[in-house]
């Protein structure tokens, strides 16, 4: 039972361009909703998270928007850099729970 | 501070053949998990362990076991290993509470022959 969908599962930006990367979640107990990236060779790390109290996050380049009641959550990357090449995943859990699902994954290739 | 350390980084296996994985961590976290990665199938969880002495099933445990004997360490076991375990196996620590960052190691690649 896949209970977090991730699309696309790759995706090409130029330079400077914008990167969407779109997830979706059936269980309405997830409250917690990170994002991890990962480059070739090595694992995931924390990139940012978001809590449905607020509808979007943003931590420099990285924005979390969040659509509660469509129960979706999407990661935008923007002026997209060659060094944002990596694989991104998406994940949802429950407060107190501390266990996490993920995605399918998204590759990113940013190209110069 | 090492963080997450996984050993080993790279293993081949013959079908049937058993093996340990270990994982430690240097933070003092009370969570520990073991994660597989396939193409096209994301992280998927294996098993977790939410403290010294405890282990509980993730989503696809069938074919592996754990232990938890200390805080810091965290096994993966393959007692009769088969081609469909060749994967990615990265093992990862949260704090706990509201601390829910999970921290990764850097992987092992088995392949089953």
């Known amino acids: 039972q896949q209970q977090v969908k991730q699309s696309p599962q790759s995706l090409i930006v130029q330079k400077g361009g914008i990167s969407i990367i779109n997830c979706a979640y059936e269980n309405t107990a997830f409250d917690y909703f990170p994002w991890y990236q990962q480059f070739p060779g090595k694992g995931p790390a924390l990139l940012i998270a978001?809590?449905?109290?607020?509808s979007e996050k943003k931590e420099g380049r990285f924005t979390i928007s969040f659509n509660k009641s469509a129960k979706q959550f999407s990661l935008h990357i923007m002026d997209s850099q060659p060094g944002d090449s990596a694989t991104y995943f998406c994940?949802?859990?429950?407060?107190?729970?501390?266990?996490?699902?993920f995605g399918t994954g998204t590759r990113l290739l940013v190209s110069p | 501070n090492a963080g997450v350390t996984q050993t080993p980084k790279f293993r081949v296996l013959k079908t049937g053949q058993s093996m340990t994985l270990l994982c430690a961590q240097d933070m003092n976290h009370e969570y520990m998990y073991w994660y597989r990665q396939d193409p096209g199938m994301g992280l998927r969880l294996i098993h977790y362990s939410v403290g010294e002495g405890t282990t509980a099933k993730g989503e696809v445990p069938d074919g592996y076991n754990v232990s938890r004997l200390k805080k810091q360490n965290f096994l993966l076991g393959l007692e009769s290993a088969a081609p469909s375990q060749t994967s990615v196996y990265f093992c990862?620590?949260?704090?706990?509470?509201?601390?829910?960052?999970?921290?990764f190691g850097p992987g092992t690649r088995l392949l089953v022959l």
């Open positions: 994940a949802a859990g429950r407060t107190g729970f501390q266990k996490l699902v």
């Open positions: 978001i809590r449905p109290d607020v």
């Open positions: 990862a620590s949260s704090y706990g509470g509201d601390q829910e960052t999970q921290y």
